[in-house]
Nanobody, 121 residues
Framework: QVQLVESGGGLVQAGGSLRLSCEVS????????MAWFRQAPGKEREFVAT????????NYADFVKGRFTISRDNVKRTAYLQMNSLKPEDTAVYYC??????????????WGQGTQVTVSS
């Protein structure tokens, strides 16, 4: 059984930074893309960023370009989301996922439980 566990969320002031982590366990395909999504209260879940197995290819939602960076460590089976210059509108539950591609329309195959990020003004 594949499990994804996120960590690193919390409360931060606007302009601050957080680093989210997502550790994968269990039996997965040998190579897989990973992504971060988020869901704000009253809104649908939306794509944030995705990364290929090699880490060479990455895609970002327009609203995080230049502020967020996705990365991964395949030895640790962990993906990261470095979030800088955070804004109150970044407040959401952040989910990581193993996905079927690195497209912005990628479909999640496995989800984590989510980690809350709250940005105060």
């Amino acid at each position: 059984q594949v499990q994804l566990v996120e960590s690193g969320g919390g409360l931060v002031q606007a302009g601050g930074s957080l680093r989210l982590s997502c550790e994968v366990s269990g039996r997965t395909r040998s190579q897989y893309a990973m992504a971060w999504f988020r869901q704000a209260p009253g809104k649908e879940r939306e794509f944030v960023a995705t990364i290929s197995w090699s880490g060479v290819s990455r895609n970002y939602a327009d609203f995080v370009k230049g502020r967020f960076t996705i990365s991964r460590d395949n030895v640790k089976r962990t993906a990261y989301l470095q979030m800088n210059s955070l804004k109150p509108e970044d407040t959401a539950v952040y989910y990581c996922a193993v996905t079927n591609s690195i497209a912005v329309t990628a479909r999640a195959e496995y989800w984590g439980q989510g980690t809350q990020v709250t940005v105060s003004s």
